[in-house]
């Protein structure tokens, strides 16, 4: 992985609230012999925090 860029975003559409997250990835492999493999692949986990009173 050469770069990552993540951004997020919350939208309220009435009582709604959306969470867009946009990510921007680039990976580079080279080889002189074999196989390479250039994977853009992006694990997300969103947790929800708890109100506090």
């Known amino acids: 992985m050469v770069h ?3 951004k997020s975003y919350t939208y309220k559409v009435g009582k709604n ?3 867009v997250i946009k990510i921007v990835q680039s990976a ?3 080889t ?5 493999l250039a994977s ?3 694990n997300v986990k969103v947790f929800k925090k708890d109100k506090k009173r």
């Open 4 to 6: 990552t860029k993540t």
């Open 17 to 19: 609230k959306f969470l």
């Open 28 to 30: 580079v492999a080279k």
């Open 32 to 36: 002189r012999s074999g196989n390479a």
């Open 40 to 42: 853009n692949a992006a």
